[in-house]
């Protein structure tokens, strides 16, 4: 029987290697750290998901008369 090679992604916020597990509780970040530092940069507006905030709020109507 073949053993299953764990995966593994890197750290959105310093770029370490994560392994894709429990053994990792705070992926897909290293450490609670770099979890709470891309929290604030979010925070303080630093990083966002990019989007048309007009255009997606129209359409948030529509989910609201479901």
């Known amino acids: 029987m073949t053993e299953k090679k764990p995966i593994v992604v ?3 916020s310093c770029g370490a290697d994560v392994i894709w597990s429990e053994v990792s509780p705070n992926r897909p970040f290293c450490s609670e750290q770099c979890k709470n530092k891309d929290f604030i940069a979010w925070a303080n507006e630093k990083q966002r998901i990019s989007g ?3 255009y997606d709020d129209v ?5 609201e008369n479901n």
């Not at 359409?59 to 989910?63: A, F, K, P, T």
């Open 59 to 63: 359409l948030s109507d529509d989910l």
């Open 52 to 54: 048309d905030s007009n």
């Open 10 to 12: 890197k750290c959105p």
